[in-house]
């Protein structure tokens, strides 16, 4: 039964069955955008925020990489998108909603986009992209000051806090960034925001990541799993372009303990927007760290099983703990572009 689930086209039609259904059910063709959310048979009301736009990109790019059929998708979005960028200083970057619009910009939202605008890049060879990817990074790059030794802040607006959220993506968008221009300063930055978050909010006791710090050095000590997921996927570049083997130890360490706290039992703990990025940071740790204890079908039978959640018009829980399907009113897109993004990078894991 296994080996009849975990074959990679599976994944890739379930990551393209999902990628339509989001075409049909939040496509505002008047903005060439896609909604926020929306109600079992009404149109959405509102385009996204930037975070789902970040997530939906990366969707759209892996989508891409598996056939060509979404390439066309992926440009226009991509495009489009940058109607969110708002250039006011003191420097610009993506806001939270398409401009115009007064300033509010988060440093994470941009690092997502810096991430997948350099898949986007990759995939279509326009190097406008890439520049957008480099604009972007300036602007999440200029989050960091030396209040708490370093690190970088959360929201532009309101700079009470350092957050894992902000600086674990921020650093694997340097090494996106460096990785398609050979930068080496990039690859310096990313080692010391690395260096940073591991000092400041790792918890020793399991190598978890604690969500933030405050200026006063209070530390707020929830542990989301995507904090964690970007430490892994950061520390295994790093592993790869250093061959220090502190990061390999490090990636070891999270790969662990992450599977430990959301993988037991067989079954994911966690929400999607969260669940999807822990995912692709344990294949990427099996990847360019083999020794990671990563198994192929521990990490993708459970996604298939989500496929009973489904509802009758195709929407995927946005809890992948869920056991039965859920009874609500409001559909996430960014829920539902996580488990097209996970199908796609399952597919291509089991290809390589």
């Known amino acids: 039964m296994l080996a009849v689930l975990m074959q990679p086209n599976q994944f890739t039609e379930m990551g393209s069955e999902t990628l339509q259904m989001i075409r049909r059910d939040y496509y505002m063709p008047d903005r060439k955008l896609y909604g926020e959310s929306i109600t079992p048979g009404a149109k959405p009301k509102q385009v996204s925020f930037n975070w789902g736009v970040g997530v939906m990109l990366s969707a759209l790019a892996a989508g891409a990489k598996s056939g060509p059929q979404f390439k066309p998708w992926l440009a226009e979005y991509a495009d489009q998108t940058h109607t969110y960028w708002n250039p006011a200083g003191p420097v610009p970057g993506y806001d939270v909603l398409p401009m115009p619009k007064p300033v509010d910009r988060y440093y994470d939202d941009n690092a997502w986009m810096v991430m997948a605008l350099c898949e986007s890049y990759q995939l279509l060879g326009d190097k406008k992209y890439l520049t957008w990817a480099q604009e972007a990074l300036a602007y999440v790059l200029s989050g960091e000051d030396s209040k708490l030794g370093g690190g970088i802040y959360w929201r532009e607006s309101d700079k009470k806090s350092k957050n894992t959220c902000s600086n674990g993506p921020s650093a694997a968008a340097c090494l996106a960034v460096y990785e398609l221009t050979g930068d080496k300063k990039l690859l310096n930055k990313a080692v010391e925001i690395y260096a940073w978050t591991k000092k400041n909010l790792q918890d020793p006791s399991d190598s978890l990541y604690w ?46 303990s992450s599977k430990a706290k959301w993988l037991p039992e067989g079954q994911y703990k966690d929400i999607a927007r969260f669940a999807h990025l822990l995912l692709e940071s344990w294949l990427i740790a099996k990847e360019l760290i083999p020794e990671s204890k990563v198994e192929f079908g521990e990490v993708s039978v459970p996604l298939m099983t989500l496929q009973k959640m489904r509802s009758r018009e195709g929407h995927y829980p946005g809890n992948w703990a869920a056991t039965s399907p859920e009874k609500k009113q409001e559909i996430p897109l960014i829920d539902q572009a996580s488990y097209a993004r996970a199908c796609f990078v399952l597919a291509q894991a089991n290809k390589n």
């Open 211 to 256: 969500d933030n710090v405050n200026l006063e050095g209070k530390i707020e000590r929830t542990k989301w799993s995507y904090n964690t997921a970007l430490m892994i996927r950061t520390a295994a570049h790093l592993y790869r372009e250093t061959r220090n083997p502190q990061y390999r130890e490090d990636a070891l360490r999270m790969v662990k």
